[in-house]
């Protein structure tokens, strides 16, 4: 795999301080504005070729990503209902399988998913009757404010400029649409696990590119000129294995009462976090 270096994806510094290393490929800190990104990283182009074999093939894989998803997915619904007046047009950026737009056409909404994995796209539109756009975000070219609501579910974490793709979103939102984002928050996991010389994966190099935080999320989605940015636990998945199960549901719980208890101020590190932000 082709390596290049990069600057911050957020700020544009230069250099940042080692962060970890995981499957050789080295993740750093941004001094200025502490964001965690892989740098070196593959080049341009050398990680779409993965993504088509990314997503699981099985049929049981398949479907215990549904039921592992379900809960959240259900609960995004909600929250995105609570927000703008439904149901409206929505877009689900790098939609799998199609389980959301499924969701949300089942509610009402003109739902359109986004996916650049071939057998996702052909999941989603044979499978689930919904409709796809083979693409990127930018490939995409939607017209300006014509969706009430975007979504990403675990995807911001893989792009090499998230900025952009932010940008984009606010671009193709009508004024009071609303942005919703899922990402993993490894990162304070991955540093206390490396106390240990525990070295779990947790990264998921070389998928993942940046490793946010509720302070880099925040100030991605300022820079990309959406208000109201809020950062909640967001519900937890239900993931087949009984172990992961235990971790992903105590932990959601737990970090949502945390967050419940303290108005909002604590956000327990480690556990997967929804953020939401509005297009003024
Ligand atoms: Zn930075």
Not at 131 to 148: H, N, W, Y
Request: proline share 7%; aromatic share 10%.
């Amino acid at each position: 795999m082709k390596l290049e270096e990069t600057s911050c994806p957020l700020c544009g510094t230069a250099g940042g301080e080692f962060f970890h290393e995981e499957a050789g490929f080295r993740y750093v800190s941004c001094t200025s504005c502490g964001l965690v990104y892989m740098n070196p990283r593959p080049a341009a182009g050398e990680l779409l070729g993965h993504y088509q074999t990314y997503l699981p093939v099985a049929g049981e894989e398949i479907e215990a990503w549904r039921i592992s998803m379900t809960p959240l997915f259900a609960k995004s619904a909600r929250m995105i209902e609570e927000m703008v007046r439904g149901p409206g047009r929505i877009l689900d950026v790098g939609c799998g399988f199609g389980f959301f737009p499924r969701l949300m056409a089942d509610r009402g909404w003109e739902a359109v998913g986004l996916e650049i994995s071939g057998f996702g796209a052909d999941f989603a539109e044979g499978r689930l009757g919904v409709t796809v756009a083979r693409a990127t975000l930018k490939e995409a070219g939607f017209a300006p404010g014509s969706f009430d609501a975007v979504t990403a579910f675990y995807v911001i974490e893989h792009l090499p400029d998230p900025l952009a793709a932010c940008l984009e979103a606010a671009r193709i939102l009508k004024p009071g649409g609303v942005l919703l984002l899922r990402w993993p928050h490894s990162a304070p996991l991955v540093k206390w696990t490396s106390r240990f010389n525990l070295n779990l994966g947790l990264m998921h190099a070389p998928s993942h590119l940046c490793q946010f935080s509720p302070r880099s999320v925040a100030a991605l989605l300022e820079r990309s000129g959406f208000v109201r940015v809020r950062t909640v636990v967001g519900g937890w998945t239900w993931p087949a294995n009984p172990l992961w199960r235990l971790a992903g549901v105590g932990g959601g719980i737990l970090a949502e009462a945390l967050g419940r208890i303290s108005g909002g101020r604590l956000l327990l590190p480690g556990v997967s976090k929804t953020t939401t932000a509005v297009k003024p």
